[in-house]
């Protein structure tokens, strides 16, 4: 499949930090715990169980209004800054995710929510691709983005989807080991049909990077190897982290020749040779303010950043570590409050899609 240039189609994005000019934010208005939890069972630290407990007391479902409303809050401060960075921006449409789902398959009490876009759609070039999921509470989630998905389609997008996944039992391991912390000793997903989330790719150019994990299994990969075609390398990268669920908490290139990543999550040595030529450097550890009243979802939200270009880059105000560690490195970091959105499984990279950065398809290595 040959992939068109966004200044063909006025769409599109090859890499993580080119020039950004249009892009998709989330929104976790009606959020739900998921009502299906054996991914979250499969990615959740046991260490950091305790914090659904803080966000669901006494059994309810449903995100509480004031931590939603502060969410909402800060999505609408980064929006500012992007347009005021003279980024176009989108935002998702939420749907009714109190709503249950049957199929013949299985049935769920109630969906998500539509807070990160990164997971649900893939976006290289001018192709859209919606994923096929394994969170059965996240069957539909993309119908929260569809209004954008059809304006870019009429710009030319070109919009698929993969497989429409049955998500049966033989889609999951019926019994998933563990060692003596509790660390899965093997992956949620079996091979039984193509699954994937968006999330667990990075772009480089011509060579896009993946990780197999909870949410991702090789026929995933393999299927969007195939939909590629000969103008891109997916090269697939191990990672260090059991409850694995998505790239962007793992590594994160800062520009063409720099790369963070998160010492617990990632072993530079895994990557593929191409990379000798760039810069590694270990991620500073996330700080948790003083106004949580959570507790702790991951040790590495804080390089879940959101570049503009190769210079200024969208971080966590409460992140003094990584602030410090960026301009120590030349960059310019543009600050924004976005510690309520954590709870939400995500920060600037998963709650946003890039639609548009201005940029060639090329080799950056």
């Not at 176009?88 to 769920?108: C, N, R, Y």
């Not at 939909?227 to 982290?241: P, Y």
Request: overall charge negative; some cysteine; glycine content about 6%.
């Amino acid at each position: 499949m040959t992939i068109h240039t966004s200044e063909q189609n006025n769409i599109g994005t090859f890499t993580e930090w080119d020039p950004l000019e249009e892009v998709l934010l989330g929104d976790p208005l009606g959020a739900m715990k998921p009502g299906e939890m054996a991914v979250f069972d499969a990615v959740v630290p046991p260490e950091y169980e305790h914090v659904l407990d803080n966000i669901f007391p006494s059994g309810s479902r449903c995100y509480p209004s004031d931590l939603i409303d502060a969410a909402r809050k800060e999505v609408t401060e980064l929006r500012a800054i992007l347009e005021g960075e003279g980024v176009k921006v989108h935002v998702a449409q939420p749907i009714d995710f109190t709503q249950p789902l049957k199929t013949p398959d299985w049935q769920v009490p109630n969906q998500f929510c539509s807070s990160n876009p990164r997971d649900s759609l893939l976006l290289i070039g001018d192709l859209i691709v919606e994923s096929p999921m394994a969170d059965r509470s996240r069957y539909f989630e993309t119908f929260a983005y569809r209004d954008v998905l059809k304006e870019l389609n009429e710009r030319g997008a070109r919009w698929i989807s993969a497989p429409k996944p049955r998500l049966s039992d033989k889609s999951f391991v019926s019994d998933l080991k563990r060692d003596a912390d509790g660390r899965p000793t093997q992956w949620l997903t079996t091979e039984e049909e193509i699954l994937f989330d968006a999330a667990d790719f990075m772009k480089f150019g011509k060579d896009i990077l993946v990780s197999r994990s909870h949410t991702t299994n090789e026929a995933g990969i393999k299927w969007v190897r195939q939909i590629l075609g000969s103008d891109f390398t997916v090269h697939e990268v191990e990672t260090k982290n059991a409850f694995a669920m998505h790239i962007d908490d793992t590594i994160m290139p800062l520009d063409e020749g720099r790369l963070v990543y998160s010492p617990d999550y990632f072993d530079p040595a895994a990557l593929p040779d191409i990379f000798k030529t760039w810069e590694m450097f270990e991620a500073p550890e996330v700080i948790y303010s003083a106004k949580n009243r959570l507790g702790r979802l991951s040790g590495w939200l804080n390089i879940n950043m959101l570049s503009l270009d190769e210079k200024r880059i969208i971080v966590e105000s409460n992140q003094e570590h990584t602030i410090k560690f960026l301009k120590k490195l030349g960059m310019q970091p543009i600050l924004c409050e976005f510690e309520n959105y954590f709870p939400f499984v995500g920060s600037f990279h998963c709650a946003s899609l890039d639609i548009k950065r201005r940029g060639q398809l090329r080799n950056c290595f």
